[in-house]
């Protein structure tokens, strides 16, 4: 079992910037492809971004392209999103996800693990 903390949401103004984080309870952490996925009131949880293991391979939805940017830290067992420019329609609740194989995808049913999500909420 591998349990994902998201942490760092907010409320902030439009075109503010906030920094998520998503730390995993194990170690095998590095393994681990990780996503992040949002899920705004009255609409189906879409994707984010995601990274492989090594962090050489990162993925983006269109809608955040150029503004957010996926990291990880696997000495800290940990996976940032840094959202710059924020958007009304930005907000959301974000929810950070491991993928246990390894495979850098944006489906989210290929994801094994999910955390509690953290609430963005961005006023304009």
């Known amino acids: 079992q591998v349990q994902l903390v998201e942490s760092g949401g907010g409320l902030v103004q439009a075109g503010d910037s906030l920094r998520l984080s998503c730390t995993a309870s194990?170690?095998?952490?590095?393994?681990?492809?990780m996503g992040w996925f949002r899920q705004a009131p009255g609409k189906e949880r879409e994707f984010v971004a995601a990274?492989?293991?090594?962090?050489?391979?990162?993925y983006y939805a269109d809608s955040v392209k150029g503004r957010f940017t996926i990291s990880r830290d696997n000495a800290k067992n940990t996976v940032y999103l840094q959202m710059n420019s924020l958007k009304p329609e930005d907000t959301a609740v974000y929810y950070c996800?491991?993928?246990?194989?390894?495979?850098?995808?944006?489906?989210?049913?290929?994801?094994?693990?999910w955390g509690q999500g953290t609430q963005v909420t961005v006023s304009s």
């Open positions: 996800a491991a993928e246990t194989g390894g495979r850098v995808v944006r489906t989210q049913d290929m994801y094994d693990y």
């Open positions: 194990r170690r095998t952490f590095s393994n681990y492809a």
């Open positions: 990274i492989n293991w090594s962090g050489s391979t990162t």
